[in-house]
């Protein structure tokens, strides 16, 4: 808009961005570190914060549970779904099943902070 197109027309004018007052301009671009590689690098529209979270680390293993021998078969495990579209009733029944049975309407005593006693297995 603004200008005459056609033949014989004068070109375009290409705006300069110099013009315009300091808050305006684009940040300037600066060169990175050349030995440090981000995880988003060669990803569009991906930001992936590198710095570690302390909030999350109380929900992070530091070993592997018991009966995986490896990182990838805990992930494996985790990955799948527990819900019974994915898995037969049988297993969503052991899969979903408490640790500790009470039987209703039993009083269960809080523990003390001191308490570090094994407890009986539970009875059926």
Known sequence: WGSWVGVGAPPP???SRKNLPAHLQPPEKRKEEKGRRRQDDNKKN???NERRI???AKFQLHHIPHPYTSREQYEIA???GVGPEWNVSHAVKELTRPE???RAGKIIQPLSKNAKAKR???KF
């Open 13 to 15: 004018k290409k705006k």
């Open 46 to 48: 991906v930001i992936i």
């Open 120 to 122: 009986a297995p539970a």
């Open 54 to 56: 302390k909030k999350n």
């Open 78 to 80: 985790m990955a799948g």
């Open 100 to 102: 500790i049975y009470t």
